[in-house]
């Protein structure tokens, strides 16, 4: 049995499947800001300092410090609030985010082929970027913050590496138990954090208050005049403070759209600001001296500690955000069959979206403390930061370009204007982060390109492996003919799991000619996964009986949705008596890949295909069958 009896296809939905209920507006921003703004909430920890004392460093003038102000106001407002809160979390695929929500949002609607490859392409490589940044976004974040303790307590500077990466091995060790329990806690700790953050920024803006002329856009006009290729550079570090911003899509699903656009505009975004003003501000009173780390030193001495504790507690809440994104993602594209199956973990019974991946998880863990390990610094690590970020947010607009033109209908007066600036500032963003390649910015491209490979590899092979087996099959009509009243018949039910919905499972095959009988009641059944978050249970099963016994059964689930075949036959009673698991055997074909020369896919990809197949998780436990009940009949494939 594989992965191919999951079919996935775009489905029309037959009615809302809206799963946001009516929780208070206020819970939901509150726990917006707890789960969805951790990633862009710890930026102000290295993103100022980055733009002077990074890679490329600026002169401390005046003028600097208020272009790169003016710079990030205005990237906030443009990518963050137009861009992401105010147009593309619009375009939600029944209430859920995310490149993937997106991407089968277009595809179940988009039905020009001439585009369809490369918009599939573009949505699946945004995918596997999203992995690079899920490595990088909890080392920057964690050793950013724990670099606050050699500035609060000099003597314990040699302590940061062993603190970031014990902190690390915690946070990704507590992943099993689930977060809804740390969860309650997100929110208020993030607003303690917000508010903490933002009175400092305002006692440091009192002391210089000129500083807030930065809110105007002429000063990073007059930046780029001044000085056209430091500005460019620049926009490497400044692109730092919207890290993050894809997630507010992404998590869309969980808080809903209004909930995360007031708690951004209304909360968030004036904090943010206030904070980077005020690290702006400090520069003006005492320049290099409070370089090492604007953020800190905002502070007065004796609340430095706790404020390291603070942001530590701040940027965990960040990882975990990220590591629980990297589950959904992953869940996504197992769903939508760009993985093979892998062993999903229910953390709460309450919660639909709360999982455990354990290999996606240990994964992680070992990458993020080798990453931490080998640049040793959250400065080295931010030159590896933002190509991933800027690569997922071009291809953002990319897709946004279809939807505006295609779903929406937009007039090309409306949407060639917008486009305009969302490609500028994308581009420009994703120009001047590839400059940091040769410094670590391979990383997250190398990464991504590994997890492109394997996903269009899995997506590829599958398809060729269902097309080998539809040629092989036999009619199902010229089988029942023949075999229903040949073939002895004995009772209980039995449940051959297909991945196409015509012709004969080879499992059914294999059988008969084994053991020469027939069931009472035989369901070729088919899981198919639609292009939307979530199916409505009243339209589960669809049904044809084939008559001598022999029923068609589709069950469709969304792509949010957990798979279990029992649960949902328990609702299917068109097709005759009511299931009973210790009356039913469910039968699986697993499939041996041969790789051959057959036109299809380059050898060393079927190889590698195969390769996954034979570690994908078991059919039986993915699609929650009782072990008992379970008969794996093989048989072999050439690709």
């Known amino acids: 049995m594989t992965a191919t009896q999951v079919a996935t296809e775009s489905v029309p939905s037959p009615g809302d499947s809206s799963h946001h209920h009516g929780d208070g507006m206020l819970k939901l921003s509150l726990g917006a800001i707890g789960i969805v703004f951790g990633d862009i909430g710890t930026s102000p920890l290295y993103a100022f300092r980055e733009t002077f004392a990074g ?119 507590i992943q099993r138990g689930g977060t809804s329990r740390v969860g309650l806690y997100f929110g208020p700790i993030m607003l303690v954090y917000f508010g903490t953050i933002s009175v400092l920024g305002t006692l440091s803006v009192i002391q210089n208050p000129g500083v807030l002329w930065a809110f105007s856009p002429h000063y990073a006009v007059e930046f780029f005049l001044m000085d056209p290729l430091r500005a460019f550079l620049a926009l490497g570090s400044v692109v730092l403070a919207v890290t993050g911003a894809e997630a507010l899509y992404a998590d869309m699903g969980h808080f809903g759209r209004r909930p ?48 390291v504790i603070l942001a530590t507690a701040a940027a965990i809440i960040a990882s975990q955000a990220v590591i629980s994104g990297a589950f959904s993602v992953t869940q996504q594209a197992i769903q939508l069959g760009f993985m093979p199956r892998l062993r999903i973990e229910h953390t709460s019974a309450s919660t639909v979206g709360q999982i455990y991946i354990p290999l996606i998880n240990w994964l992680l863990m070992v990458m993020v403390i080798l990453l931490v390990l080998s640049f040793r610094t959250s400065s080295a690590l931010t030159s590896a930061y933002g190509i991933a970020v800027t690569g997922a947010m071009f291809i953002d607009t990319c897709l946004l370009a279809v939807v505006l033109f295609r779903l929406w209908k937009w007039p090309p007066y409306a949407a060639v204007p917008l486009l305009t600036v969302f490609f500028i500032v994308d581009g420009a963003y994703l120009s001047a982060n590839l400059t940091k390649i040769p410094a670590g910015g391979w990383f997250p491209l190398l990464v991504g390109f590994i997890v ?64 020469k009988v027939l069931h009472e009641r035989i369901i070729l059944l088919t899981v198919a996964i639609a292009g939307q978050p979530y199916w409505p249970e009243a339209d589960r099963v669809q049904h044809d009986d084939l008559g001598d016994g022999f029923h068609r059964m589709v069950l469709k689930f969304g792509f949010m949705e957990e798979a279990n075949v029992p649960a949902a036959l328990k609702h299917a009673h068109s097709v005759g008596p009511e299931f009973r698991m210790m009356e039913t055997s469910f039968f699986l074909s697993r499939q041996t890949l041969i790789a051959s020369e057959r036109p299809g896919m380059a050898l060393w990809r079927e190889k590698l295909f195969a390769w996954m197949l034979r570690n994908a998780e078991s059919a039986m436990e993915f699609f929650r069958l009782p072990t008992n009940r379970v008969v794996e009949l093989g048989s072999q494939v050439e690709i």
């Open 55 to 173: 890679h490329h460093p600026l002169t401390l003038d005046p003028a600097h410090i208020m272009g790169v102000l003016s710079l990030m106001f205005w990237s906030m407002m443009i990518v963050v609030t137009v861009k992401y809160v105010i147009i593309i979390m619009r375009a939600d695929n029944k209430g859920e985010g995310g490149s993937l929500a997106l991407l089968a949002l277009i595809s179940g609607k988009t039905k020009v082929k001439r585009w369809s490859n490369g918009i599939v392409l573009l949505g699946v490589f945004a995918t596997a970027l999203f992995y690079g940044d899920s490595m990088i976004t909890p080392a920057v974040s964690v050793l950013s913050a724990v670099e606050g303790v050699a500035v609060a307590a000099p003597a314990f500077a040699g302590l940061v590496l062993p603190i970031a990466v014990i902190i690390l091995i915690f946070l990704f060790s």
């Open 260 to 307: 995360i656009g007031l708690s951004w505009l209304w909360f968030v975004l004036p904090a943010l600001m206030l904070n980077y003003m005020g690290q702006g501000a400090l520069l003006f009173r005492e320049g290099a001296a409070a370089l090492e780390s604007p953020f800190y030193m905002l502070a007065p001495e004796g609340l430095r500690l706790p404020l």
């Open 452 to 515: 492109f490979t394997f996903l269009t590899t899995w997506s590829k092979g599958r398809k060729l492996m269902i097309e080998r087996l539809r040629e092989a099959a036999m009619p199902i009509k010229v089988f029942i003919a023949s075999a229903a009243t040949s073939a002895s018949r004995v009772p209980g039910t039995a449940v051959f799991m297909t991945s196409t919905a015509d012709g004969v499972p080879h499992a059914l095959l294999h059988n008969l000619k084994h053991n």
